[in-house]
């Protein structure tokens, strides 16, 4: 999805909705470990990206559509809407802008509104209101911030390891994870489908110390292989339950190290959010997501303390920027180090196009040029067969300074391909584009000019504006 809307310009085909439909729903039944969210959101932009394709909005709304499709994806899956709206514009959009905001916010919330009219709105996870952090415990909860960040390279780097893998066919890759999960959950069954239950039972104190990192490592090397080798299905849960095991057992570690009083059920969280925030490079969509989840604001700043140093420790230690960004890479997709990419995709070219313009012949009389410098449109756009040319007005008005027309009526005839003018070959581009495409063929065919069509031409107006390559410069200035 990220690919498709960085390079594709959101345009999302219909199949893969379908296909994330019945993949996710095959993956859940048969208890694979992934997670609900990740089809959720699929569904939800793709859905949201076809609807834009229908009704023929600009490209670049396409992307606002996505990322309102993606946060009304994760609200619905989780009942959480205002970490909807941090992870579509964290990890889909990747920028925050209020033009961006208040869409995907309507979206985020109907959504909410939508799945707590089916399913109602309980609590996902009853903690205990009355959790509260003694200063003593702060370094430990540093402690265990790094030992999450190093699960999450771990998880990462085998996610990536799998990931790898895809020139083997479907069959066979999908025949790999049906048996190792099958034979692992013989002895670790909590393994098995998101493993909410799990995480229920860690919340509540039912887990051993043994049990929590046994399903830590087998939960963390099944969801990996299966996420890594295509396996239909989302991340989020699982690194909830990984990051929410592994600090359940730091918390039982850490009540038997230390005199002070230390609460697992807090560890349990501050481990759900520092791994998800890690995992996906977006701790503040992880900081919101569980206090959302847990109805519980005691834990806000152990939170945040614990999620940056997870996530600290990936990109500063282990130089990784998270699982999406990593396949991204992998494929030659470096979205990070082209920020100018994703500033100029979500403009579009009717919002920037100078309308300064005027269609005419090749062949223009004395009288017609003199009227068109006196109060000049900015272009000629000179129609001559099926070709456009564009010319400066400003062009035509030196020729007739430095041109002598004492003896020339009104009514003779110039010849504008005569008149050696400066003039731009016409290279086309449609309405619905966006900057980035417009600067991309502007630099692809080596011209300094576009001409912008109706995307259903028209004989009455075929010519909607002029793009310059001044004119993406400036705007990218501003």
């Known amino acids: 999805m990220l690919e498709r809307l960085h390079n594709n310009n959101g345009a999302l085909p219909f199949r893969n909705i379908v296909v994330q439909f019945c993949g996710g729903v095959i993956a859940l039944l048969t208890g694979q470990s992934v997670g609900r969210e990740g089809p959720c959101v699929h569904l939800g932009a793709g859905t949201a990206s076809q609807l834009g394709q229908w009704l023929g909005l600009p490209r670049n709304s396409l992307r606002t559509l996505v990322a309102c499709g993606a946060a009304a994806g994760i609200s619905a899956s989780f009942n959480t809407p205002m ?11 990747m920028e925050y802008t209020i033009v961006g905001f ?19 709105s309980e609590i996902s996870f009853d903690v205990d209101a009355r959790i509260g952090v003694e200063v003593a415990v702060i ?13 999450a390279f771990a998880f990462t780097r085998l996610h990536m390891l799998f990931f790898r893998l895809h020139r083997y066919s479907l069959l066979r890759r999908f025949t790999v994870i049906g048996v190792v999960t099958g034979l692992i959950a013989v002895f670790v069954p909590e393994i098995m489908g998101t493993g909410y239950d799990t995480l229920t039972d860690a919340l509540n104190g039912v887990l051993t110390l043994e ?12 969801t990996a292989l299966a ?14 339950v990984i990051g929410g095991c592994l600090g359940g057992a730091l918390g039982l570690i850490g009540a038997d190290l ?25 701790p503040m969509a992880a900081l919101v997501a569980t206090l959302e989840l847990s109805h519980s604001p005691e834990m806000i700043f152990p939170s945040m303390l614990t999620v940056v140093v997870a996530c600290l420790t990936l990109k500063q230690g282990f130089r990784s920027e998270g699982v999406f960004t990593e396949q991204l890479r992998h494929h030659g997709h470096d979205i990070l180090s082209d920020q100018g990419k994703c500033f100029l995709s979500r403009v579009g070219v009717a919002s920037v196009m100078n309308e300064s313009f005027v269609i005419c012949d090749p ?24 070709t456009l040319q564009l010319i400066p007005t400003a062009e035509l008005a030196r020729w007739l300074e430095s041109a002598e027309l004492d003896e020339m009526d009104a009514t003779d005839r110039l010849q504008l391909k005569e008149m050696n003018l400066a003039s731009y070959a016409s290279v086309e581009i449609d309405s619905l584009a966006s900057l980035h495409e417009a600067s991309t063929r502007l630099l692809s065919v080596g011209a300094e000019a576009l001409v912008v069509i109706p995307v259903i031409k028209s004989e009455a107006k075929p010519v909607l504006g002029v793009i310059t390559k001044t004119n993406i410069l400036n705007y990218y200035g501003m």
Do not use: C, H, R
């Open 363 to 386: 062949e223009l009389s004395l009288g017609q040029a003199k009227a068109l410098v006196s109060q000049p449109p900015i272009w000629l756009v000179v129609k001559d067969t099926d």
């Open 258 to 282: 230390m005199p002070v009083a230390i609460s697992p059920e807090l560890f349990v969280l501050l481990g759900m959010v520092a791994m998800m925030g890690a995992v996906l490079n977006a």
């Open 83 to 93: 970490a909807g709206v941090i992870f579509a514009m964290k990890v889909i959009l």
């Open 211 to 222: 049990v929590l990192l046994i399903v830590v490592l087998a939960k963390l090397a099944v």
């Open 139 to 151: 370094p430990y909860m540093l402690v265990a911030g790094l030992i999450f960040g190093f699960a």
């Open 227 to 240: 996420t890594g080798l295509g396996m239909f299905g989302g991340l989020i849960g699982p690194s909830l």
């Open 102 to 120: 208040i869409p995907v916010i309507v979206a985020s919330v109907l959504g909410a509104v939508i799945s707590q009219l089916v399913f109602g």
